[in-house]
T-cell receptor, first 113, second 112 residues
Framework: DAKTTQPNSMESNEEEPVHLPCNHS???????IHWYRQLPSQGPEYVIH???SNVNNRMASLAIAEDRKSSTLILHRATLRDAAVYYC??????????????FGKGTHLIIQP | DTGVSQNPRHKITKRGQNVTFRCDPI?????LYWYRQTLGQGPEFLTY????????KSRLLSDRFSAERPKGSFSTLEIQRTEQGDSAMYLC??????????FGQGTRLTVV
């Protein structure tokens, strides 16, 4: 049980921003939200993670709702290389084991040139 | 350090044979995970080590599967008496704590 809900697929145009939503309504206070992506024929790749505050890094931004029941991964300017499956993962505060890094089916992001 | 390394990258085996995969994690990463992934699905957790201790095993890991991590360094995943349903990509990941896990390229197993 991945404990998160994501749309199966989304489509966007190259060089436009992309907002990938994730619902995690059963999240508890110490759970982190992690995002990974998986390019074709590759292992998953870490993108970003957060707890309560919005987070930015070189790859993306993570906006976490005030009640923490949902979050949005933001790719500010999508490129064709961002076409991948994006996984939103809820990691228990202690981490590790089956409760850590439990993947769902993710969102298949399609980028149109 | 070149990241998590998995060998072999591809393995074709006959049903009933045993296979063993190896994962070399990033140095000093204390956590090591094994996952299995089939086409169109997200990775499924198999087992997890913290240092040399195997702390958790998924119910997906039948008694034909065994994993080791001697000395808390590299890990091996062995599948005995392979079945066609074992055909999948086997992924290894390592991390230091819970922040960011690094995945290898995977070993693709085909059982014929």
């Amino acid at each position: 049980d991945a404990k998160t809900t994501q749309p199966n697929s989304m489509e966007s145009n190259e060089e436009e921003p992309v907002h990938l939503p994730c619902n995690h309504s059963t999240i508890s206070g110490t759970d982190y939200i992690h995002w990974y992506r998986q390019l074709p024929s590759q292992g998953p790749e870490y993108v970003i993670h957060g707890l309560t505050s919005n987070v930015n890094n070189r790859m993306a931004s993570l906006a976490i709702a005030e009640d923490r029941k949902s979050s949005t991964l933001i790719l500010h300017r999508a490129t064709l290389r961002d076409a991948a499956v994006y996984y939103c993962i809820r990691i228990l505060g202690g981490g590790g084991g089956a409760d850590g890094l439990t993947f769902g089916k993710g969102t298949h992001l399609i980028i149109q040139p | 350090d070149t990241g998590v390394s998995q060998n072999p990258r591809h393995k074709i085996t006959k049903r009933g044979q045993n296979v063993t995969f190896r994962c070399d994690p990033i140095s000093e990463h204390n956590r090591l995970y094994w996952y299995r992934q089939t086409l169109g699905q997200g990775p499924e957790f198999l087992t997890y080590f913290q240092n040399e201790a195997q702390l958790e095993k998924s119910r997906l890991l039948s008694d034909r599967f065994s994993a080791e991590r001697p000395k808390g360094s590299f890990s091996t995943l062995e599948i005995q008496r392979t079945e066609q349903g074992d055909s999948a990509m086997y992924l290894c990941a390592s991390s230091f704590g819970t922040v960011e896990a690094f995945f290898g390229q995977g070993t693709r197993l085909t059982v014929v």
